[in-house]
């Protein structure tokens, strides 16, 4: 709350500030101290920016900094007296008075949507208080009363086609930055919930194969004779059965953690580019200056985006691990008449036979951390395999020697993966 507040008084001393900086680049039309500023298009342009600062407090405030400036300003500069100054500029207090009265009743701010609106509203906030600054002036004693008003219509109509124009442009912009913010922080959840999804899978698993084992023990248990060990067996059944409920409990949590973020469906191009950008930057991170290559020449949609980009991901992952510093990696996505065929390709340090073997096996891996000496975990090409063959129903292969070319190459049979397909 504090916070908040704080904010609200910064924003309108900002507000204020270039406002009345902005005052003193002005026009005098009638030879005398009325001016006529670019202050009224900053000001348009701020608040309705500054959507949560109240009105007629802000300008106002304007009014009176305004008023303070240029008087201060004439007392310094031209030598002049207190109450000539005030005498000279509190008009200007009338000015700002009026504008707020008339931003306000007008709702300025809500016409944003209805440009017609919004630039009569705005033209009127300009004009009607100017007229009433001028008439305290008694600018007519100066100038003729018909080439005073249209004078000040007249750069009023201009001043509110440049605020208008200015407004929607700066409004357009912020929408853009902000839809690009957003996007970006779905691409961060769906990586992560890809992530989760793809440990839920295994949570499944490990599920069942404590079935398995509850149920092992159980057999056990009933072809014992001895009442120790049956006793015995029968308290590690119970444990196992309270091990899978908790499971059960964790697996559900999840479950409803992940809800669809994206849609029913979501095209392959676009799982491949998240997939790229998303490791770009982890190559970035690690220093490694890596060129991605992306090319995806099937155009269609999946509902196991999680998956995919999970497989994906994994790959990726281990290709930039497989490079040392500098290097390539290419991601192609292609289609024959029955299988979605995707090759991740690095131009790492390769892979001999014997680990070719080996890869794929749970917790194997020829990579570790040169400084601290600890192994890689070696579960994401696991993952991987695991993913493609059990829930996509694929088959995965890699193709490389040391010093070469690896190349990855997953083939996924198109009524699994894709609700629809074309290949071009």
Not at 46 to 58: A, K, S, V, W
Not at 414 to 420: E, G, I, S
Request: proline fraction near 2%; include cysteine.
């Amino acid at each position: 709350m504090i916070n908040d507040r704080f904010q609200k008084v910064e924003q309108i001393f900002i507000v204020a500030t270039f406002t009345t900086f902005m005052g003193q680049i002005y026009l005098s039309p009638f030879g005398t101290e009325f001016r006529l500023t670019l202050a009224v298009v900053v000001l348009n342009v701020l608040m309705l920016t500054f959507r949560e600062i109240e009105p007629i407090l802000t300008i106002n405030l304007v009014g009176i900094m305004m008023f303070a400036v240029r008087s201060g300003l004439n007392i310094i500069g031209e030598h002049a007296s207190i109450a000539e100054s005030i005498q000279l500029y509190y008009p200007v207090l009338f000015f700002y008075i009026f504008y707020s009265f008339f931003f306000s009743i007008l709702d300025v701010r809500g016409k944003l949507k209805h440009p017609v609106l919004l630039f009569i509203s705005i033209w009127l906030c300009d004009s009607i208080p100017n007229l009433i600054e001028v008439s305290i002036r008694q600018e007519w004693a100066y100038s003729n009363f018909e080439s005073v008003v249209l004078t000040i219509i007249s750069i009023g109509l201009f001043r509110t086609v440049f605020t208008t124009g200015l407004i929607y442009i700066s409004n357009r912009y912020y929408e853009h930055v902000k839809r690009r913010q957003e996007y970006q922080r779905f691409r961060e959840q769906l990586m992560q919930r890809a992530n989760l999804k793809t440990e839920l899978f295994f949570l499944r698993k490990s599920k069942q194969d404590i079935e398995n084992a509850m149920q092992k023990s159980f057999s056990i248990y009933e072809g014992l004779e001895a009442e120790t060990l049956k006793e015995a067996i029968l308290d590690v059944t119970k444990d196992i059965h309270e091990i899978k409920k908790d499971y059960t409990r964790v697996i559900a949590g999840i479950e409803r953690s992940i809800d669809e973020i994206y849609g029913s469906v979501m095209p392959l191009s676009e799982i491949a580019q998240i997939a790229v950008e998303a490791n770009e930057k982890l190559a970035t991170a690690n220093g490694k200056h890596i060129q991605f290559i992306e090319r995806v020449s099937v155009k269609g949609s999946t509902h196991d985006y999680y998956v995919l980009l999970s497989i994906l991901n994994n790959l990726l992952v281990n290709s930039i691990e497989a490079i040392d510093t500098e290097g390539r990696i290419q991601l192609l996505m292609t289609a024959d008449a029955e299988m979605i065929i995707i090759k991740v390709c690095d131009s790492g340090n390769g892979i001999s036979a014997e680990d070719q073997a080996l890869i794929f096996e749970p917790g194997y891996s020829t990579k570790y951390n040169a400084i601290s000496g600890i192994m890689a975990s070696g579960i994401g090409l696991t993952h991987v395999k695991y993913l493609v063959s059990q829930v996509l129903g694929g088959a995965i292969e890699v193709e490389s020697s040391p010093g070469r070319e690896t190349c990855f190459t997953v083939a996924v049979p198109k009524q699994h993966l894709l609700t629809d397909v074309t290949s071009s």
